[in-house]
């Protein structure tokens, strides 16, 4: 069974730009979940998609958005680019919502710098 | 809100000592899961807790669920080099279960 998969895997954008990134879940799985890591805050929870509709969201600007489709590939788009969003953001999959006691699959991220 | 608490943030050992990592919640949980991320790779599921005062083993690595279910442990014993990682623990908030991760430790073994 192929794994989680997430593209680009590097991007490189400038302050003010926007980006999409694209999340493959494993097969059957309906849940996708996002998450933005770095060095000093550790995995900070983005937002959860589960049959095309949001439920849960993390603290994070409006600037970061998502969404999920009829496939269960998501996607998450953030606007505005500020510096502070160079990341690595990892994209999860599950069965039901992770924290309904489902483990999460994780893929390889996309290492977003914004200079 | 809940709170989530991880530690210790690092921890050094030399290569055969034991490491445990411990995780505390503000409020009773439904269940606990744990993660570990070598460095440059992705958080991978290693076992989820659901009852209280469970005990699972895998390997050299043993898994606790508090009796109250507000505490958690993750022990190794006699480390490997390959057990270098940081370890998060990941726990339910709200009444949607959004899946939150605590700080993690990061584990360093000298060989």
């Known amino acids: 069974k192929a794994g989680v998969t997430q593209t680009p895997r590097y991007l490189i954008k400038t302050r003010g730009q926007q980006v999409t990134l694209s999340c493959s879940p494993i097969?059957?799985?309906?849940?996708v979940s996002w998450y933005q890591q770095t060095p000093g805050q550790g995995l900070q929870f983005l937002f959860e998609y589960f049959s095309e509709t949001q439920r849960n969201k993390g603290n994070f600007p409006g600037r970061f958005s998502g969404r999920q489709f009829s496939n269960s590939r998501s996607e998450m788009n953030v606007s505005t680019l500020e510096l502070g969003d160079s990341a690595l953001y990892l994209c999860a999959s599950s069965l039901g919502l992770a924290g309904r006691s489902y483990e999460q699959y994780f893929g390889p991220g996309t290492r977003l710098t914004v200079t | 809100g809940q709170q989530v608490m991880q530690i210790p943030q690092y921890q050094h050992v030399q290569e055969g000592e034991d490491f445990t990592t411990y995780c505390n919640s503000s409020t009773t949980l439904s269940n606990i899961q744990w993660y570990k991320q070598r460095p440059g790779g992705h958080p991978v599921f290693l076992i989820q807790l659901v009852k209280s005062g469970e005990v699972k083993k895998q390997k050299r690595l043993t898994f606790q669920f508090g009796e109250a279910k507000k505490n958690s442990s993750l022990h190794i014993t006699a480390t490997q080099t390959t057990d270098v990682g940081t370890y998060f623990c990941?726990?339910?908030?709200?009444?949607?279960?959004?899946?939150?991760f605590g700080k993690g430790t990061l584990l360093t073994v000298n060989p």
């Open positions: 990941a726990l339910p908030v709200g009444s949607n279960y959004k899946l939150t």
């Open positions: 097969s059957g799985h309906r849940s």
